[in-house]
């Protein structure tokens, strides 16, 4: 009794002494305009923000016993897209925080995930032709990857025939593991790495898995980068598989890799520090497989870094998230933000699944043998694969060697990954494993490099798979693998996407547009096994993942395409060329469908936003939506932002006007999101369209489909312009008609100014809230 009670008693004291001096990593935000006299006395940011720390320090040593306190610590200090520093703090140093003139927020640091070739022919990019063709490659654009790093030397992101370094450039090839200054070359011009935030959340980095150096370990960073901008690599495939030439989106684009994702994430100050050396190192695109929960825009660190990069005339592309096909998962939805969902291409690696019934049923994997056996093996599935109930996972340790020996173990998708299933079933002696979508997954197919003869099925075929082992005494199937196949119908939209509308701005919809993002093949380090298995010996130089991590670089890779041939363009400008020329049909000339519904309707504008990315198009889009600082600074007057918070995105000094109040929905944004409630059923938005036509003038006529239980007026209906960079506005109403509509529902159309071959086409969604 005594020795318990006294064994709390000191367990209680050492919790306590302990969340006294826990530190958290904070980035901070400070407003430049408050502090300018004092930071202009130092020599620099960072002498400045050392400075903070040391006032900190010493304020909070004030009555404490040394032992209790940590001395904050400085990781970084931001000034090219923000103004602030990241740093490790206690709560009472926090605190002291309150005391500094011009601070505005401290955030909690927290770690972001990586969001998990045919597609140029697919894109209609064609050798020699339009924006490939030579004279509008000549130029130089920068793209900057923030992902896991990269493999320099792989064939993708070789030199030869390249011209001299932009002279703009002012990044660095960093030191570290395995990599040297050269490392870099005129394709790949410089390398970074980041992980002071990483490692204050997760201890060292550990060497012997990861390098510390922006050499990649992952696969994801050179399999991001090469999809951007990688080179023409003839005879690129996998096991045979997606035989072709590799290429990124614009090869002759030189990349800058910034390692910021480390094995278990990427930490948002480490990715601050890049974004912002990113801008000042010169980079034209910033190109983001990465992200994190939504948060309002001054509290989320990459939609405050890149209003900074776009401030400074940098295009910024994120992934929208693989949570769908849930409502309202989309994440980076900045409007500054190009926001990219995920779509299938016309490319599928088929297998065949035959019962012992005769039933045969169609699959995937990029599994491929020279010696297929078609032969009928017994199968087993949960309890007739093992005693434990997560047998019907496969996950480690549940299945039984003498009952799966020999044999085709089915396993449901769910807790451990695809290709982790396989090499269970694999060293539980199993010969092979079809894997089964629940009702949730739908249809949804994706093609893994399994160790074994291991496939893919969807929800139908899984659900007659189901019930045929339960009717059945001795049920047999084969797996057989067919290869590549082209021409299926596409895109579709993957379910995996994550949907709108935004939760931080229904004010616009987000995601923006879609791009290809399933069984995409690019660059592949040769030390990391295409099943992303430690025990898995293969290795290829290219490799098949999907993801809006594969989307996203797609866009950021096209984007560069559109500023080598429109250098002037903002970023605004090159979002809205590349949105307002998006399709909405399939290549059989029918709506674009979404894997997520099950009854095969098309997909809308909370799935792929505009449409799929048509990169020809995008070049000469007629008019454009232009949007500059100004016109934000209004936009978030109108979503009544504290001017704290104001500066935290804008680092200016910033006062709403009072008299003079914006509609939200006026943001020049190129698509229309509609908010109806019982109080607001008839709304007015402006627009501003500015003529790029490829002749001076042009006469455009509105054309309107109009959303469900809405009645749109377009005022003037035509706009005649008379000389190229000539800006006109309209307006548009919208107004709710007919019974009331239930609460959360939504009804979609356009709106299309066109004038000859242009078309230039903005989706309008309407939410009744
Ligand atoms: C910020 O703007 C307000 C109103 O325009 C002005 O009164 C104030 O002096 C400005 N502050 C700084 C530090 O520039
Ligand atoms: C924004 O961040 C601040 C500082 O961490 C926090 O106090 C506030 O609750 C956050 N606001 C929202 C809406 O998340
Ligand atoms: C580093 O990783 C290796 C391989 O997984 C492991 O054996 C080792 O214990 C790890 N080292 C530390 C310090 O965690
Ligand atoms: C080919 O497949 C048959 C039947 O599955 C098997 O018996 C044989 O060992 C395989 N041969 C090789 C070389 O893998
Ligand atoms: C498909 O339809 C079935 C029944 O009609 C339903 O239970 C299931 O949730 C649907 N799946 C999806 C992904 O919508
Ligand atoms: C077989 O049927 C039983 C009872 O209906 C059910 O609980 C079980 O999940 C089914 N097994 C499979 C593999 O579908
Ligand atoms: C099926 O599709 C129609 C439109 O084609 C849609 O209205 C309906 O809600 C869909 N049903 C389900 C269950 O998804
Ligand atoms: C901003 O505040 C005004 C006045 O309180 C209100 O009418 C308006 O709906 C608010 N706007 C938003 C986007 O919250
Ligand atoms: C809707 O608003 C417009 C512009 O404010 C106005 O001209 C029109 O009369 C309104 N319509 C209705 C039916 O209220």
């Known amino acids: 009794m005594m020795f318990r009670r006294v064994f709390l008693f000191m367990a209680l004291m050492a919790t306590n002494s302990i969340a006294f001096a826990v530190q958290q990593t904070y980035i901070v935000h400070m407003d430049k305009t408050k502090i300018e006299g004092s930071v202009h006395s130092q020599d620099s940011t960072k002498a400045w923000s050392e400075s903070i720390i040391d006032f900190i320090a010493e304020a909070s040593m004030e009555g404490e016993e040394l032992e209790d306190t940590l001395s904050p610590q400085l990781l970084y200090a931001y000034e090219t897209n923000m103004f602030g520093f990241a740093a490790t703090l206690s709560e009472k140093q926090l605190k002291h925080l309150n005391q500094i003139d011009g601070f505005l927020s401290a955030i909690p640091d927290e770690l972001s995930t990586l969001d998990t070739t045919q597609t140029p022919n697919f894109l209609g990019l064609t050798n020699g032709k339009g924006l490939w063709s030579a004279s509008s490659l000549a130029s130089d654009v920068i793209i900057g990857v923030l992902d896991s790093g990269i493999w320099p030397e792989h064939v993708s992101f070789e030199d030869s025939g390249f011209s001299p370094i932009p002279r703009k450039w002012k990044g660095v090839c960093q030191q570290g593991t395995k990599f040297t200054s050269s490392n870099c070359n005129k394709k790949l011009i410089g390398a970074r790495y980041y992980f002071k935030g990483y490692e204050k959340f997760i201890g060292k980095i550990n060497e012997t898995t990861d390098y510390l150096s922006a050499r990649d370990t992952q696969g994801h960073g050179t399999h991001t980068a090469s999809t951007a901008a990688g080179n023409v690599v003839q005879n690129a495939n996998i096991f045979g598989l997606a035989k072709g030439s590799a290429s990124g989106m614009r090869h002759t684009s030189r990349i800058a890799a910034y390692k910021v ?59 929208a998230g693989n949570s769908g096909p849930f409502a309202s998962t989309v994440g980076n939805g900045a409007p500054w933000i190009m926001t990219v969902a995920a779509s299938y291409i016309d490319r599928t690696f088929p297998t065949q699944v035959k019962l012992g019934n005769s039933k045969t049923f169609e699959g995937t994997s990029l599994y491929q043998t020279k010696n297929q056996s078609n032969q009928q093996l017994p199968l087993v599935h949960g309890t007739t694969a093992g005693k434990k109930r997560e047998a019907m996972f496969c996950t480690k340790g549940s299945l039984d060697k003498t009952l799966v020996f020999g044999k085709i173990v089915v396993c449901e998708r769910g807790i451990n990954g695809r290709t982790e299933k396989g090499e269970v079933v694999k060293k539980s002696g199993g010969y092979g494993m079809i894997l089964l979508n629940s009702e949730n997954q739908g249809e949804e197919l994706l093609s893994d490099a399994h160790v074994l003869p291991g496939t893919s099925l969807g929800a139908s075929a899984g659900k007659a798979l189901r019930i045929y082992l339960n009717t059945t005494k001795n049920p047999t199937a084969s797996i057989s693998f067919l290869g590549t196949r082209y021409g299926n119908i596409a895109p579709i939209m993957a379910a995996f996407s994550s949907r709108g509308p935004s939760i931080v701005g229904q004010d616009v919809i987000k995601p923006d547009i879609t791009a290809p993002g399933v069984n995409i093949l690019a660059a592949w380090p040769p030390k990391t096994s295409p099943s992303m298995i430690k025990t898995d010996k293969r290795r290829v130089l290219f490799n098949i993942v999907s993801g809006t991590s594969m989307s996203c670089p797609h866009v950021s890779g096209i984007a560069a395409l559109i500023k080598s041939v429109h250098k002037d363009w903002s970023p605004a400008m090159i979002k809205s060329s590349l949105m307002t020329t998006a399709y909405t049909l399939n290549n059989k000339n029918l709506p674009i469908s979404d894997l997520a519904s099950n009854n095969s309707s098309s997909a809308n504008p909370f799935a792929f936003g505009s449409g799929h990315v048509n990169p020809e198009s995008a070049s000469d889009p007629g008019l454009v939506y232009d949007i500059n600082v100004n016109d934000y600074l209004n936009y978030f007057c109108s979503l009544n932002f504290t001017s704290s918070e104001i500066a935290i995105l804008t680092k200016t000094n910033f006062t709403c006007s009072q008299k003079h109040v914006v509609h939200v929905g006026d943001l020049n944004y190129p698509s229309f999101s509609v908010l109806f409630s019982r109080t607001v059923q008839n709304v007015t938005y402006k627009r501003v369209v500015t003529n790029v036509g490829k002749s001076e003038s042009g006469y455009y006529e509105v054309k309107v489909e109009e959303p469900n239980g809405v009645v749109v007026s377009v005022e003037p209906r035509k706009l005649k312009f008379e000389k190229l960079g000539q800006k006109l506005s309209y307006k548009v109403t919208f107004l709710a008609v007919g019974k009331t509509r239930v609460i959360g529902s939504s009804s979609f159309g356009s709106l299309i100014w066109v004038s000859g071959k242009y078309k230039v086409r903005s989706p309008i969604a309407v939410t009744w809230q």
């Open 261 to 319: 994702c480390w094995l278990s994430g990427c930490a948002n100050s480490d990715l601050l520090a890049a974004m912002d050396q990113a801008v000042s190192d010169g980079v034209d695109i910033l190109s983001l497989s990465l992200g994190s929960i939504p948060k309002p825009f001054y509290n989320d660190s990459i939609a405050i870094a890149s209003f900074g990069a776009t401030k400074n005339g940098v295009f910024v592309s994120c992934s």
